[in-house]
DNA sequence: ACAAATTATGGAAACAGTACCAAAACAATA
DNA sequence: TATTGTTTTGGTACTGTTTCCATAATTTGT
């Protein structure tokens, strides 16, 4: 692989001659501009730009940590973020951390050596101190949707309490009155804030905290599932669940086709951000959509203009609204 | 941020010391190694891997290209990437080509200038000359499902044409005559060989070449939905539809829906690559799966073995066995 | 006791590009 | 003609780390 100064060497210029002409900058007349341009067809020569990046400590790239692609909502998020990168020239380093502090502790490290410029992270847990590490080397972090004890950082994220709420009300308005939560880990600030909003519906409507139907899990199919055997062995056994998210759901439906209840007719379901419509065949659940692409296309957005150089601005707490579709899995309760 | 200047200097020795130490190479002394550790971890010393990755030309990193990370399919291909990438100690820059060779081209020049050791490409067309550039630099390529029009490259992919086959001869040995393909694009080494699988049953059935029935298109929804509008004016009516991929799939049923045909009762539905079971809310397809992970994780592997030393070693084309599955959604054809 | 091997430490150079400074050639102005 | 300004080109230094080589200091072998 040729460098600059086969380059200019094969031209008759100096290599700095050769650097003009790639980006542009300062006085080249166009005889040695020509003569520079021939020379880096003919050797196909490409720019190496980890020099550069080690003087200028700017590597344009951005460390991308999130806890799995595999979900529709996380993997549209990173596709907002991919989109934002492209425009703004950035690269993205894609870490699964599988919400393991674990291994989101070693990408962290690992992009730090690589001199990535920022962060973008859905933290896995509340509690974050691999934060601190980033924060002492002076580099940028965005949040993605769930925030961490220590407040002092940028986040986009969803409107997760209003979310709650508003699909705690829905059921209640159908005159549900025994509706099981259930939720993401104690540890997912998502997942509080969602029993938070469920919490001051139950509360509006004249429940008393005792009447809780909470029950922790994680943000999976399977978590999904044991929670919902769980929930219908309560008695009185609740008329309506919420999943708090897709997942979870999905779990749900497939204890409720086992146990041969159906939907809404004989327990109502309501969900937190869904599936993405157009992978759903038959839009079915009630639901709070949070926006994921914009959240990862305007959290991408906040960093780069934080490593744009406005580190001084205050701390931003973006919350996107959600978005709620009654359609078939909720109805009244069936009558007694 | 400390350089490991700064580190010998805090610990009073020099570099290359400091440097054992972090690499645990050559001989250090018990003292010394105490001294450098007490300043690493006094400075918050972060070795920064540029300037290594400068002089051996080895940044243990790769540019992975794909479609569009949004499709449940590929993010799984990724994610099968991403855990072996991790387990290798490769990072990963994620690029989304959105099918446009422009966009691929100009990604695969930043990723070479960035100094990646490799690339894992779905290339958008069979034509493909970025590969020509990649390979003049000397960096390994391994290609994604779709080959290209030049063989000399690794490949790891499903069994496009075998597929093609089986989904068609279960239409045929349900007494179909009239079975539709909705196909990807021309452009798509996948959706040529599912072609010559759909044709191979055909033609062992025999149906002369003339009663094909190939509608070319886009692998998105919106190309099934206007495919499959125009293949319901076809008279005879096709008793059955193949649709190329899972988004496809999606936009047929789109419309199925809205003439108010039903599945499998008045047409047959049959489907490449399914969505994830774990994403269907009740599986309905009669589908070939294509094993995405496996897919991601062995073309990551057989890449990162070419990295590791045997360049020489003969060109491999991994074809990966689909899995079958027979569901709801198809059946025989209406009498009459 | 002396040579040889082992242990321990450091200096210089190299990777690729560009910012900064220097310097020449030329044109325009006083 | 002398001065100033503009255009054009190049030399040097610097970024962070490690490889290669050199040099001690210490231990082992005979």
């Known amino acids: 692989m040729p460098n600059i100064r086969d380059v200019a060497q094969r031209a008759g210029v100096a290599p700095i001659t050769v650097s003009r002409v790639i980006n542009d900058t300062g006085y080249v007349s166009d005889e040695l501009r020509q003569r520079v341009e021939q020379a880096i067809s003919d050797l196909n020569y490409v720019p190496n730009r980890l020099g550069p990046s080690m003087r200028s ?3 344009n790239t951005v460390g991308l940590v999130v806890a799995d692609i595999t979900n529709p909502f996380w ?15 950035y690269h ?12 989101e502790r070693e990408y962290v490290e690992l992009l730090l050596s690589r001199q990535v410029d920022g962060f973008l992270i859905v933290p896995a847990e509340t509690q974050f101190d691999v934060l601190e590490l980033i924060q002492k080397q ?7 949707d769930r925030y961490v004890s220590t407040r002092s950082i940028d986040i986009v994220r969803g409107d997760s309490e209003g979310a709650g709420y508003q699909l705690t009300r829905h059921l209640l308005d159908l005159q549900h009155r025994d509706i099981a939560l259930l939720n993401g880990p104690r540890l997912a600030s998502t997942a509080v804030e969602r029993a938070k909003g469920y919490r001051r519906a ?33 008695r009185p056994r609740p008329t ?14 497939r204890v ?53 150089g ?27």
Chains 1, 2 share one sequence.
């Open 57 to 59: 400590k700017r590597s």
């Open 75 to 89: 993997t549209t998020v990173v596709r907002g973020v991919e989109d934002a990168a492209y425009k703004a020239g």
């Open 92 to 103: 993205l380093f894609l870490c699964n951390s599988d919400e393991s502090v674990y291994k």
């Open 138 to 144: 002076g580099k940028a972090i965005v949040l993605l």
């Open 202 to 234: 139950m509360n509006e409507a004249g429940f008393s905290d005792k009447s809780e139907r909470i029950l922790w899990g994680e943000y999976t199919q399977e978590s999904g599932y044991y929670q919902s055997l769980e929930a219908l062995q309560w």
């Open 240 to 253: 309506a669940l919420i999943a708090a998210n897709n997942f979870i759901a999905l779990g749900v439906v």
């Open 256 to 308: 409720l086709d086992n146990f041969g209840l159906r939907i809404p007719q004989d327990i109502s379901l309501a969900v937190f951000d869904d599936l993405p419509v157009e992978l759903n065949l038959r839009p079915f659940f009630t639901s709070a959509d949070q926006p994921a692409y914009e959240m990862g296309f305007l959290a991408a957005n906040t960093l780069f203009e934080r490593l744009g």
């Open 310 to 336: 406005n580190r001084s601005s205050e701390l931003k707490d973006i919350v996107l609204p959600f978005k709620f579709t009654v359609r078939s899995s909720s109805a009244p309760p069936p009558s007694p």
